[in-house]
C-alpha cells in the first residue's frame, strides 16, 4: 500500500522559502546599500525609542519586572536603558521592550498590524553592547529586523489577529532574533537555524482586547527576549526547521489560515517595508489616530461644552469592530484601545488645554477616573463606514467623526492621512522635540540635548555607549 503524501510534513523539505531568503537577506545587507531615506527613517525611529522607554521605565509593570531580575543569579551583560543596573542580556531586552512597548505611543505598521521597533530595538541594543557592535552594526541590524517582522506579519494578516493573537509579539520575536543573529554575525544556516527557533518561541494572545490585564504591557517585551534567546541558541550551534515559516506545519500555517509565503519575499533587499511606518501622535492603538485628530479638529473649531453633545458617531474600518470599537473600557489598558473612549477624552481636554494636544498615558489614566468622560464614552458608537474603508491603505487608517450636538446641529469631520503616517510623517525636528518635552523632567535638559547630539550620525559611532548614556535623574 502506497503511502500518501498529501499531509507529509516532509515534503516541503526540498522547498527553498521564505525562510532561507530572509536568511540570507539578512546576512547579506551592507549599509553602503540602504537608500538614504531609510538611514534617515532609522535615525527618526531610534530616537522615538527613547523616547517611548522614558515614558515607561518608571511604569509599575516595568519596576515589577525590573525588580525580578535585579536579584537574578546570571551574567550581568546589557544594561537597562536610562539605569546603571546591568543584567542578562535577554532579561535587558525584557525589561527596555517593555518599557517602551507598554505606552502604546510607539511605531506601527498597519499591514502587518504590529509595533515592530519595540521588539527590536531593545534586543538590538542589548546584544550591541554585549558585541561591542558599532552605531553602523545596530542600524544594519534594527532594519534586518524591521524588515523581517513587517514582512511575516503581512503575510498572515489579518487572519492571525482574527484568530485572537497579537503579531507584535508573535512576529516581533523574530523580528528580534534577526537582529541579533545579524550582531553576532552569524552565517546564513545560522541566521536561518535563529528564525526557526524564533517561530517555536513566537507566543501572544489578544483576550486582552476584551477583559483587559497587564500582558499586552509586557508582550514587547517578551518578543524582545525570545528573539535574542533564539540568536543565542543558534549561536551556540542549536537547530531549527529549515522551513519553520513556511512548512506544512511551520508558522504561517500554523498561526493563520491565509499564508502568503510571497509576501515575505517580493522585493526583498530592494524595497523596504520600514518605509510605511506610521508614528502616534496619541497613545493609544494606530487605527484609532484618525478619529482622535477628528475629533480634536471638531472641537477646535467651536468652543463646545460636552454637555451640548448629544451622541457621537465614528465612521471606521470594519477591521476594528469588535476590538477597538468598546465604549465603556474596563481598565487603562482597554481604555488605551477603545476609539469612542479616546474621542470622548479629546472632546473633554479640548476645554482646558490651549494649542496641539497630544493624549498621553496618563491622559488616559486620569480620564478613566473621571465619570465626565466616562458618560460621554457611553454616547459614542461606531459603524462600519464606506469610505473609511475606500480609504483606508496598508499605511493608514481613516476615520469620520459625528458630533450630534442637543440643539440638532450636527459636525463632522473626515480624515484620511493622520499625523505620523507616510503620507503625512512627523519630522526628524517634530520626534526631537517631543523626546526633549517628554524627558527632560525625567532626565534633565541638558542630559537630553546631549543624547539627541548623540543620535546626529549613529552610523559613525564606534560602538553604542554614547546611545546607552540616558539617565534618569537620581
Same mark, same amino acid.
Given at each position: 500500500?502506497?503511502?500518501?503524501?498529501?499531509?507529509?510534513?516532509?515534503?516541503?523539505?526540498?522547498?527553498?522559502?521564505?525562510?532561507?531568503?530572509? /536568511?540570507?537577506?539578512?546576512?547579506?545587507?551592507?549599509?553602503?546599500?540602504?537608500?538614504?531615506?531609510?538611514?534617515?527613517?532609522?535615525?527618526?525611529?531610534?530616537?522615538?525609542?527613547?523616547?517611548?522607554?522614558?515614558?515607561?521605565?518608571?511604569?509599575?509593570?516595568?519596576?515589577?519586572?525590573?525588580?525580578?531580575?535585579?536579584?537574578?543569579?546570571?551574567?550581568?551583560?546589557?544594561?537597562?536603558?536610562?539605569?546603571?543596573?546591568?543584567?542578562?542580556?535577554?532579561?535587558?531586552?525584557?525589561?527596555?521592550?517593555? /518599557?517602551?512597548?507598554?505606552?502604546?505611543?510607539?511605531?506601527?505598521?498597519?499591514?502587518?498590524?504590529?509595533?515592530?521597533?519595540?521588539?527590536?530595538?531593545?534586543?538590538?541594543?542589548?546584544?550591541?553592547?554585549?558585541?561591542?557592535?558599532?552605531?553602523?552594526?545596530?542600524?544594519?541590524?534594527?532594519?534586518?529586523?524591521?524588515?523581517?517582522?513587517?514582512?511575516?506579519?503581512?503575510?498572515?494578516?489579518?487572519?492571525?489577529?482574527?484568530?485572537?493573537?497579537?503579531?507584535?509579539?508573535?512576529?516581533?520575536?523574530?523580528?528580534?532574533?534577526?537582529?541579533?543573529?545579524?550582531?553576532?554575525?552569524?552565517?546564513?544556516?545560522?541566521?536561518?537555524?535563529?528564525?526557526?527557533?524564533?517561530?517555536?518561541?513566537?507566543?501572544?494572545?489578544?483576550?486582552?482586547?476584551?477583559?483587559?490585564?497587564?500582558?499586552?504591557?509586557?508582550?514587547?517585551?517578551? /518578543?524582545?527576549?525570545?528573539?535574542?534567546?533564539?540568536?543565542?541558541?543558534?549561536?551556540?550551534?542549536?537547530?531549527?526547521?529549515?522551513?519553520?515559516?513556511?512548512?506544512?506545519?511551520?508558522?504561517?500555517?500554523?498561526?493563520?489560515?491565509?499564508?502568503?509565503?510571497?509576501?515575505?519575499?517580493?522585493?526583498?533587499?530592494?524595497?523596504?517595508?520600514?518605509?510605511?511606518?506610521?508614528?502616534?501622535?496619541?497613545?493609544?492603538?494606530?487605527?484609532?489616530?484618525?478619529?482622535?485628530?477628528?475629533?480634536?479638529?471638531?472641537?477646535?473649531?467651536?468652543?463646545?461644552?460636552?454637555?451640548?453633545?448629544?451622541?457621537?458617531?465614528?465612521?471606521?474600518?470594519?477591521?476594528?469592530?469588535?476590538?477597538?470599537?468598546?465604549?465603556?473600557?474596563?481598565?487603562?489598558?482597554?481604555?488605551?484601545?477603545?476609539?469612542?473612549? /479616546?474621542?470622548?477624552?479629546?472632546?473633554?481636554?479640548?476645554?482646558?488645554?490651549?494649542?496641539?494636544?497630544?493624549?498621553?498615558?496618563?491622559?488616559?489614566?486620569?480620564?478613566?477616573?473621571?465619570?465626565?468622560?466616562?458618560?460621554?464614552?457611553?454616547?459614542?458608537?461606531?459603524?462600519?463606514?464606506?469610505?473609511?474603508?475606500?480609504?483606508?491603505?496598508?499605511?493608514?487608517?481613516?476615520?469620520?467623526?459625528?458630533?450630534?450636538?442637543?440643539?440638532?446641529?450636527?459636525?463632522?469631520?473626515?480624515?484620511?492621512?493622520?499625523?505620523?503616517?507616510?503620507?503625512?510623517?512627523?519630522?526628524?525636528?517634530?520626534?526631537?522635540?517631543?523626546?526633549?518635552?517628554?524627558?527632560?523632567?525625567?532626565?534633565?535638559?541638558?542630559?537630553?540635548?546631549?543624547?539627541?547630539?548623540?543620535?546626529?550620525?549613529?552610523?559613525?559611532?564606534?560602538?553604542?555607549?554614547?546611545?546607552?548614556?540616558?539617565?534618569?535623574?537620581?
Amino acid at each position: 500500500m502506497q503511502t500518501s503524501k498529501i499531509n507529509d510534513p516532509t515534503q516541503s523539505l526540498t522547498h527553498v522559502g521564505a525562510t532561507h531568503a530572509l /536568511a540570507q537577506f539578512g546576512h547579506d545587507l551592507k549599509w553602503d546599500a540602504v537608500p538614504a531615506r531609510v538611514k534617515d527613517i532609522l535615525q527618526v525611529l531610534m530616537i522615538d525609542i527613547f523616547r517611548a522607554t522614558v515614558g515607561g521605565i518608571d511604569r509599575k509593570w516595568t519596576q515589577d519586572i525590573l525588580s525580578l531580575y535585579r536579584h537574578h543569579q546570571s551574567d550581568r551583560n546589557a544594561q537597562v536603558m536610562l539605569h546603571d543596573l546591568q543584567v542578562d542580556v535577554a532579561k535587558a531586552a525584557f525589561i527596555n521592550g517593555t /518599557a517602551c512597548g507598554s505606552l502604546d505611543w510607539d511605531d506601527s505598521h498597519v499591514a502587518a498590524i504590529i509595533h515592530p521597533g519595540v521588539c527590536v530595538w531593545p534586543a538590538a541594543l542589548a546584544m550591541a553592547q554585549v558585541t561591542q557592535a558599532s552605531g553602523q552594526a545596530l542600524l544594519e541590524a534594527c532594519l534586518v529586523g524591521y524588515e523581517t517582522a513587517i514582512r511575516i506579519g503581512m503575510s498572515i494578516q489579518p487572519e492571525h489577529s482574527l484568530r485572537g493573537f497579537q503579531g507584535t509579539p508573535t512576529c516581533g520575536a523574530f523580528g528580534a532574533a534577526a537582529a541579533c543573529a545579524k550582531l553576532l554575525k552569524l552565517n546564513v544556516e545560522q541566521h536561518r537555524n535563529a528564525l526557526g527557533i524564533a517561530a517555536t518561541f513566537a507566543c501572544g494572545i489578544s483576550q486582552f482586547f476584551v477583559s483587559g490585564s497587564d500582558i499586552k504591557r509586557f508582550h514587547a517585551g517578551k /518578543a524582545a527576549m525570545n528573539g535574542v534567546e533564539a540568536a543565542l541558541l543558534a549561536h551556540q550551534g542549536l537547530s531549527g526547521p529549515i522551513d519553520a515559516i513556511e512548512g506544512v506545519q511551520g508558522f504561517g500555517k500554523a498561526f493563520s489560515n491565509r499564508f502568503d509565503e510571497s509576501t515575505v519575499t517580493h522585493q526583498l533587499g530592494t524595497y523596504f517595508e520600514i518605509e510605511k511606518i506610521s508614528l502616534k501622535p496619541h497613545a493609544g492603538s494606530v487605527r484609532m489616530q484618525s478619529a482622535i485628530e477628528c475629533a480634536l479638529h471638531i472641537a477646535s473649531q467651536k468652543n463646545l461644552p460636552i454637555e451640548q453633545i448629544q451622541s457621537i458617531e465614528i465612521g471606521v474600518h470594519p477591521a476594528m469592530v469588535g476590538k477597538l470599537t468598546a465604549n465603556q473600557p474596563v481598565d487603562h489598558q482597554q481604555a488605551q484601545l477603545s476609539t469612542p473612549f /479616546a474621542v470622548a477624552m479629546a472632546f473633554y481636554l479640548s476645554l482646558t488645554r490651549t494649542g496641539p494636544i497630544s493624549l498621553s498615558i496618563d491622559d488616559f489614566a486620569q480620564a478613566f477616573e473621571n465619570p465626565l468622560v466616562m458618560k460621554l464614552s457611553s454616547k459614542v458608537s461606531c459603524y462600519v463606514d464606506p469610505e473609511v474603508e475606500e480609504k483606508t491603505s496598508q499605511a493608514s487608517v481613516a476615520a469620520r467623526v459625528r458630533c450630534h450636538l442637543l440643539d440638532g446641529s450636527t459636525l463632522e469631520h473626515f480624515i484620511e492621512h493622520p499625523l505620523g503616517c507616510p503620507a503625512n510623517p512627523m519630522k526628524l525636528a517634530d520626534i526631537s522635540s517631543r523626546f526633549i518635552n517628554l524627558s527632560q523632567e525625567k532626565v534633565g535638559t541638558s542630559h537630553c540635548l546631549q543624547w539627541i547630539e548623540s543620535t546626529r550620525d549613529v552610523a559613525g559611532l564606534a560602538n553604542t555607549n554614547a546611545l546607552m548614556a540616558l539617565r534618569l535623574k537620581s
